[in-house]
């Protein structure tokens, strides 16, 4: 894929990069939709929220439905499919470490 920061500089990606939990498992961070749209349409003013609004909608309802990244077959990040194309963390991003990372709170299971 292209380089690591690809996704987070292209879309001036909101992370927090906290750590892991008690257990030392590290973890996505579950975001609500309407949460993630304000949090993202605020860092990018030229995106569309209703449009945003629509691609995660689409998505929780891919992975829920076990939609698997085209290029390794892994589970697909939500968040990252719907703000650019569906994928799962590792291709979209090129970093196996998601935790830290928001995800959807009705698909972050993982
Ligand atoms: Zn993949």
């Known amino acids: 894929m292209t380089n690591k920061k690809w996704f987070f500089e292209l879309k001036n990606y909101d992370r927090i990069?906290?750590?892991d939990n008690e257990k030392g498992e590290a973890l996505m961070v579950p975001i609500s939709i309407e949460a993630f749209v304000n949090k993202h349409c605020k860092n990018n003013p030229g995106e569309?929220?209703?449009?945003?609004?629509?691609n995660l909608k689409?998505?929780?309802?891919?992975?829920k439905n076990g939609e698997t990244c085209h290029n390794c077959g892994q589970e697909i990040?939500?968040?990252g499919s719907a703000v650019a194309y569906q994928g799962c963390f590792s291709c979209l991003t090129g970093e196996a470490d998601s935790s830290g990372d928001y995800e959807i709170s009705e698909v972050c299971w993982s």
């Open 48 to 54: 569309n929220p209703n449009q945003l609004r629509k």
């Open 17 to 19: 990069r906290k750590k």
């Open 77 to 79: 990040w939500a968040i």
């Open 58 to 63: 689409q998505v929780v309802k891919d992975k």
